[in-house]
């Protein structure tokens, strides 16, 4: 067999046969001729009239340790559909890629599964070729089908660069939580896209959008989406209870110490030297172990550590004003775990009485919040719009971010929460 037929073969290139092989020191380079005189531009119309001819190289998937080049020539057309002289699309690869399709679809699956790093190495690529890959194949397989038959939307931010940037991600309840829009920015001219995107006829059709009990999306949703139910996330609820918790310590905290230094200035001056080994031991530092309850308070009770619990019932038999604190968010929790969701209004008003007279400045401060979002958060309850999936959603993106994909362009990350959070299914050469 000549070895041009046996590549012809082996590699099955799409529209195009090998018309010659060699063998360098920087691997295989497989020439190409293409089967068809026609031109296709990329919008899909075609012409036999060339433009002008250059050619170009294709990096393929390895053969065994060799790395595998495909090379051929390729034309310019004036496209008489674009109004410009455009490159011709090529059946083996994405316009203006230099990686075959297989290649890319590769990078893409591997994306979804794992660090940049191993990608660069496994298939000896660039961090900037891995972030363009998925970018390229995300932007080819993402369709405007996501955007029918959208009821209920939850709207939230993400952050990235350490916080210093942000996102605003719009996910489909009704589809396990998937992503169906992302973009840069967290304002509400931002969300006004996707309400532009999503146009009049499905925005129509909405009926409920979670959101954060921020200002900025509430605006733009009461703007465009008048109609649909707004609802405040209860893992944003819930987020805000724990907030108060730590501020709560915090003001603990300094009470205690205050107090500490207090009782030492009353006692005199300490005594030099190290303790006699028979002197009283020293009573415990409060000031040090309020700051140590962080864990035990913020925790689901369910899934306390056994010396966590201790930290508790410590609080309990001391009258802690942290257990207090700890049961007032509890309390606010349970609004979520009731038999009955009909039993949440009067669990709530309950609960804002309860906590309006707790003198508690940061549990004062969440009692208002929650006030002023009272129908809101109800309307979430009688709903029931859970929060695990777009709770799952923002751990996933922190998961995307350790693994080496948060730190370029918007652009990239949005490919990339496309790519792994908005249900695309990206096969790999061997399943087609
Ligand atoms: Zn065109």
């Known amino acids: 067999m000549r070895a041009t037929t046996a590549f012809n073969k082996m590699l099955a290139i799409p529209g195009a046969h090998v018309a010659a092989v060699a063998f360098t020191p ?18 899909g119309w075609s012409t036999r009239a060339v433009y002008d001819r250059s050619s170009r190289s294709w990096r393929g998937l390895d053969l065994g340790t060799a790395k595998l080049s495909l090379h051929a020539e390729i034309r310019r057309l004036d496209c008489r559909r674009c109004g410009r002289v455009r490159t011709e699309e090529v059946p083996w690869a994405r316009p203006g890629a230099r990686f075959t399709r297989d290649f890319e679809d590769v990078v893409a699956w591997l994306a979804q599964r794992m660090d940049k ?13 891995v972030a363009h890959i998925v970018e390229r194949v995300v932007a080819d397989q993402l369709d405007d089908a ?22 605003t991600v719009v996910a489909d309840h009704d589809r396990d939580g998937a992503v169906i829009w992302a973009g840069e920015g967290k304002s509400s001219a931002v969300l006004e896209q996707f309400y532009d995107e999503l146009g009049d006829a499905r925005t129509a059709q909405l009926q409920a959008v ?37 501020a709560a310590r915090r003001w603990a905290w300094n009470i205690e110490r205050d107090k500490a230094r207090a009782a030492a200035a009353a006692a005199g001056p300490k005594p030099l030297g ?30 306390l550590s056994a010396e966590q619990l201790d930290v508790l019932h410590e609080l309990r ?42 003198r508690i400045p940061a549990f004062l401060t969440l009692s208002k919040t929650v006030r002023a979002n009272r129908d809101r958060i109800l309307a979430a309850v009688e709903l029931g719009l859970s929060n695990s999936k777009l709770e799952g959603l923002n751990s996933k993106i922190r998961l995307i971010n350790h693994r080496g994909y948060g730190h370029h362009s918007a652009a990239a990350l949005i490919a990339m929460i496309y790519l792994c959070c908005g249900g695309l299914t990206v096969q790999l050469p061997t399943q087609r």
């Open 26 to 43: 920087e691997g295989i380079v497989v020439d190409l001729t293409r089967r068809s005189k026609r031109l296709r531009c990329p919008c």
């Open 117 to 129: 790093t191993a990608i660069t190495r496994l298939l000896r690529c660039s961090w900037e070729a």
């Open 146 to 167: 996501r955007l029918e038959e959208v009821y209920r939307i939850g709207v939230d931010e993400v952050s990235y660069r350490k916080g210093h940037r942000y996102l």
């Open 274 to 303: 190290r303790p006699r080994a028979d002197a009283p031991p020293r009573p415990r530092d409060q000031a040090r172990w309020t700051k140590h309850t962080r864990w035990a308070l913020v925790k689901d009770p369910e899934a």
């Open 210 to 246: 979670s959101l954060d009990m921020g200002a900025a999306f509430k605006k733009a949703t009461d703007a465009r989406a008048p109609h649909a139910r707004q609802c405040a996330d209860p893992f944003h609820v819930v987020a805000l209870a724990n907030e108060a918790i730590n």
């Open 317 to 358: 038999r001391s009258g802690s004003v942290l257990y207090r604190c700890w049961q007032l968010k509890e309390g606010l929790r349970d609004l979520y775990r009731l038999q009955n969701p009909a039993d949440a209004p009067a669990h709530l008003d309950w609960w804002l009485t309860w906590a309006c007279r707790c």
